[in-house]
């Protein structure tokens, strides 16, 4: 379930009218349902740079191959197995080393349960094909970290520079904003990002 912003923490964010208008408008955010972060991580890699509805249809037929969502199963189909469902060449090897990541460092949920956030990220970030940001979702939507700031993200870029009317074509200017911006997020910048989000989707969508 998500943590709900805290009364004490939503009043503080009245001074920030742009994003308390933003909340207020769009109510309760629908609870996030968590995934095993290894089934997480791999449908993250599967669908990067690819539409929603495509990546689903890839990962479904992806996990059709798969008597369980195992490392070892997943060790177990070749390559071209893979390619037959609709990855490409490199996804597929990005597949293959956060399988065999997850069983040489015999990884499993509770041992996150003992790590940081950063040491996570540093963790699996050792991982081939495994970025920053495909972590930072783990984090929020596997294991229920309520303090992650997607400031890479594109939506979150995009959502801040509507939501607080920034037009500014320089990345790294727009980076230090966000995050001198986010230290008000905390602890729930989690929560707020999904705001973002939806805030942003929804304008888009008219």
Same mark, same amino acid.
């Given at each position: 379930m998500t943590v709900p912003i805290s009364d004490t923490h939503f009043n503080y964010l009245k001074n920030d009218t742009a994003l308390y208008n933003v909340i207020t408008q769009l109510g309760q955010l629908e609870p996030r349902v968590y995934q095993d972060p290894f089934v997480h991580l791999l449908r993250t890699i599967a669908g990067q740079q690819l539409s929603v509805k495509a990546a689903a249809s890839i990962f479904e037929k992806f996990t059709q191959l798969l008597q369980a969502p195992t490392p070892e199963n997943?060790? =177990?189909?070749?390559?071209?197995?893979?390619?037959?469902?609709?990855?490409?060449?490199?996804?597929?090897?990005?597949?293959?080393?956060? =399988?065999?990541?997850w069983i040489d460092k015999k990884i499993d949920k509770k041992m996150f349960d003992q790590m940081e956030d950063e040491e996570i990220i540093e963790l699996l970030t050792q991982i081939k094909g495994v970025g920053r940001w495909s972590v930072e979702i783990l984090l929020a939507f596997s294991l229920a970290r309520e303090n992650i700031f997607f400031v890479d993200d594109l939506g979150i870029q995009q959502g801040m520079s509507l939501i607080y009317g920034w037009d500014i074509k320089d990345k790294k200017e727009l980076r230090r904003l966000m995050i001198e911006k986010s230290k008000t997020y905390a602890p729930y910048s989690t929560q707020v990002c999904l705001y973002i989000w939806q805030w942003k989707n929804k304008l888009k969508a008219g």
């Open positions: 997943v060790l =177990a189909l070749e390559i071209e197995s893979l390619r037959l469902v609709g990855f490409s060449y490199g996804k597929a090897g990005y597949i293959h080393n956060i =399988a065999q990541f």
